[in-house]
């Protein structure tokens, strides 16, 4: 027989306190499952509401890009100072050890390479496979008004299907082909058809007038951080994103690229998480990189 439990008086059922039940934190995500919002805490801080996903991904189309030739060597050393990786299934399994704290969205399209029509692109990973890994968000890649503009939208709405029956979130990134203008107008058409048709946040670039994107669209977005750029500029561009509503970045290049990555992503989350200024954050980089270098 167990032992009696205590007596009625000895309990405590905290009586004038009142249960609370608080909305979810991240924008358009407050009717979503109980493991489809832990999967989005973990990517979004809570304290913040905001996210750095470091983007890793970029070899599943270009191969050995510049500054990702060694992922063990080059990128592992990061992984503390992001909240999420951004990454393929292959490199997880054999590059990312499972004792990582990171929550991992994985890159779930693909199939062209660098070499061929890039939009041409399925679903490149099954979400039994996603959640065997434990991933947190599953990444597609929407090519609005591009040449297979159908084709990877419907990439996209299989996999909020699939995410679905899971609890799996799924990312919505647009991508921007040769031939189309990178500017609000677009993007905020982009953006706004990722979220119409079920991802639960989106990927895209910061152009002027980003407020507008995110304003029209009623989920969360992180911008992309593109081409290398001057530190400083990096660092504005994250600034300004996150003053005209953004909910983080996803960024690779103008981090692994970088001259001292530790000491870029230290200074872009003094941006996202902590509020920081752009030259103030390019001072906190200065500084890092000088007690490395010292
Ligand atoms: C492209 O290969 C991927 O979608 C990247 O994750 C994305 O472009 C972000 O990386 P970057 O900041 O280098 O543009």
Redesign the pocket.
């Known amino acids: 027989m167990p032992e009696a439990d205590a007596s009625e008086a000895q309990k405590n059922y905290h009586l004038d306190v009142p249960q609370t039940s608080d909305a979810f934190f991240l924008k358009g995500s407050n009717c979503y499952d109980w493991g489809f919002k832990n999967r989005l805490a973990r990517i979004f801080n809570p304290a913040s509401g905001k996210t750095v996903m470091l983007?890793f991904?970029?070899g599943?189309?270009q191969g050995p890009t510049t500054g990702l030739e060694r992922i063990d060597v080059s990128i592992l050393p990061l992984a503390p100072h992001a909240d999420a990786l951004?990454l393929t299934r292959g490199i997880l399994r054999s590059i990312i050890p499972p004792t990582v704290r990171n929550s991992v969205v994985m890159r779930s399209s693909g199939g062209p390479s660098i070499l061929r029509e890039l939009s041409d692109e399925r679903i490149a990973v099954d979400v039994e496979d996603a959640v065997r890994m434990n991933v947190a968000a599953m990444a597609v890649?929407v090519f609005i008004g591009g040449e297979n503009e159908t084709q990877t939208v419907h990439n996209m709405t299989r996999l909020v299907d699939a995410g679905n029956r899971f609890g799996m979130p799924v990312l919505g990134?647009t991508a921007v082909g040769k031939e189309l203008t990178r500017d609000a107008r677009y993007i905020g058409l982009a953006t706004r058809i990722c979220a119409e048709l079920g991802a639960a946040f989106v990927k895209t670039y910061f152009v002027p007038g980003f407020e507008t994107v995110t304003a029209a669209c009623p989920v969360p977005i992180v911008i992309?951080?593109?081409k290398k750029l001057p530190e400083l500029d990096a660092l504005q561009m994250a600034r300004d994103a996150i003053d005209q509503g953004a909910s983080g970045v996803?960024?690779?290049?103008?981090i692994f690229q970088s001259d001292a990555p530790a000491a870029m992503i230290e200074a872009v989350r003094g941006v996202v998480h902590d509020g920081m200024g752009a030259a103030a954050a390019h001072e906190l980089y200065e500084t890092l990189k000088a007690e490395r270098d010292g």
């Open positions: 983007a991904d970029h599943y189309f951004m890649q990134v992309a951080g593109g996803d960024m690779g290049r103008n």
